[in-house]
């Protein structure tokens, strides 16, 4: 009876050997095969408008598919695309979303004075960087560099606000809800409000703030966490919380790079990553889809999976079209001189029409595929252009674990924008978001309670 018992144990003790070694034999591995597998941004190859993409045909879409679509898609991991019929991708046509006409304005009269600055460790600071596209028209030497700049300094408004419904879905399938407030704010090398100084006065050398505070839970009500990244991006990040248990603020270590934000899945250098901290070459520019949606279905948690679900924040189809947009597919490897880090490569898909970094893939330090932060986007009335703003433009953010199955899901409601609302239908920032010589500071912290 013993032997039979044991011989039992042997039998699962091996399956479950097994099995995770499957799972790990099935992981995606950083390649940069890859991404030179996906369609060239200049190749006849393309897909229709109208072509709904499943389970059943995805693969003879693949090569317009970012990484993070095709693990989805593959099933090797918890988060996954199901055959229901709302998660099918629907192609719709591409548009053009020009920039703000004032940081285009702004790239003409001062486009040409950024430079290069190589350090000794192989990274690139800059200097000369006034307002506008920093590289307008980059070439090499040092081109991944150059438009890694050109994605750090991207258009953004002086302050921008938002309400986020966060969804914190554990890999048994709990789930937590988390409520904030976020807000940020640019103090330099303004292209927005018109008329307005470039450099704040009180910028004081930070480039730009953020700010999280959380609303619900109850019990973490008011944590709050402020990020002031530099100008010169060789200094390093100042990273404060307040605490309201203690009711104080806390400078915490800008090594803590891979921190999570409030507890969520998404860490510092998703918000605020430093280009001289990275090796960066390019992997080829790609045309690959992009989830756009209606600013009307965009705002709205029904527009969306649920959790749990088999990919929560997923934008069902009916809410969404994806375009096929040129993308420049940036690989950033950490330096080692400055200490260490979570991962071995990150890969940025820079959009090269507006320029933002949607999405972001990262790879753990034995370069199995790791993270990702995807957005859903909108285009935006804004000062009455339609067109697409970083952050502004975010209907839909998650921060996926694919190898933990864990998951952050985001539904934000639309952005607040400067203290006129630049003709927004969302509105202007609240009072309390203003005043930008205080609500930049680590001592406005002290005052979250009052």
């Not at 070694?21 to 941004?41: E, H, K, L, R």
């Not at 789930?175 to 940020?184: G, I, P, Q, R, W």
């Not at 890969?347 to 507006?354: A, K, L």
């Amino acid at each position: 009876m013993k032997s039979f018992r044991l011989l039992g144990e042997t039998c699962l003790i091996l399956a479950l050997i097994g099995l995770l070694w499957g799972s790990a034999a099935a992981q995606i591995s950083y390649d940069v095969a890859n991404y030179q597998a996906m369609a060239d941004a200049d190749s006849p190859e393309t897909i229709p408008p109208g072509t709904k993409i499943t389970l059943q045909n995805w693969q003879k879409y693949k090569k317009f598919m970012p990484i993070w679509v095709q693990a989805a898609f593959s099933g090797k991991y918890k988060w996954h695309v199901g055959s229901e019929p709302e998660y099918t991708v629907e192609v719709g046509p591409t548009h053009h979303y020009p920039l703000y006409t004032q940081y285009v304005q702004d790239t003409e009269k001062y486009g040409g004075q950024a430079q290069l600055v190589p350090l000794p460790d192989g990274g690139f600071s800059w200097k000369g960087y006034v307002a506008g596209i920093a590289f307008p028209h980059p070439a090499e030497p040092n081109l991944a560099a150059k438009l890694a700049y050109d994605t750090w300094s991207n258009f953004r408004p002086k302050i921008m606000d938002f309400y986020a419904w966060n969804w914190l879905v554990d890999q048994y399938g709990n789930v937590s809800n988390l409520e904030s407030d976020d807000s940020f704010f640019r103090l330099m090398h303004l292209s927005d409000p018109p008329g307005g100084p470039v450099n704040l006065p009180s910028a004081a050398g930070t480039y730009y703030a953020s700010r999280f505070t959380e609303v619900l839970p109850e019990q973490s009500k008011y944590t709050t966490e402020l990020t002031l990244r530099p100008d010169d991006p060789t200094r390093i990040e100042e990273i404060y919380v307040f605490l309201p248990s203690l009711r104080r603020s806390l400078r915490l270590s800008s090594a803590a790079r891979c921190a999570p934000i409030l507890g969520t899945d998404f860490v510092e250098d998703d918000n605020a990553w430093m280009p001289t901290n990275f090796k960066i070459t390019l992997l080829g520019k790609k045309k690959l889809l992009e989830p756009v949606m209606d600013y009307d279905k965009a705002f709205l948690k029904d527009s969306y999976m649920q959790p749990p679900t088999g990919f929560p924040a997923w934008p069902k189809a009916g809410t969404v079209h994806w375009e096929l947009r040129d993308f420049y597919l940036l690989n950033l490897q950490w330096l080692t001189s400055h200490g260490a880090y979570c991962y071995s490569q990150r890969v940025f898909y820079q959009d090269t029409e507006w320029l933002a970094s949607v999405p972001l893939e990262s790879y753990d330090r034995s370069g199995k595929f790791w993270k990702v932060v995807w957005e859903a986007l909108v285009p935006i009335n804004f000062r009455g252009q339609h067109t697409m703003i970083e952050i502004a433009s975010i209907a839909t953010v998650s921060g996926v674990d694919f190898q933990n199955a864990h998951i952050t899901a985001t539904v934000e409601s639309p952005t607040t924008v400067d203290e006129d609302g630049a003709g927004t239908a969302a509105g202007p920032v609240p009072p309390q978001f203003r005043n930008l010589a205080d609500i930049t500071t680590p001592g406005s912290l002290s005052r979250i309670m009052k």
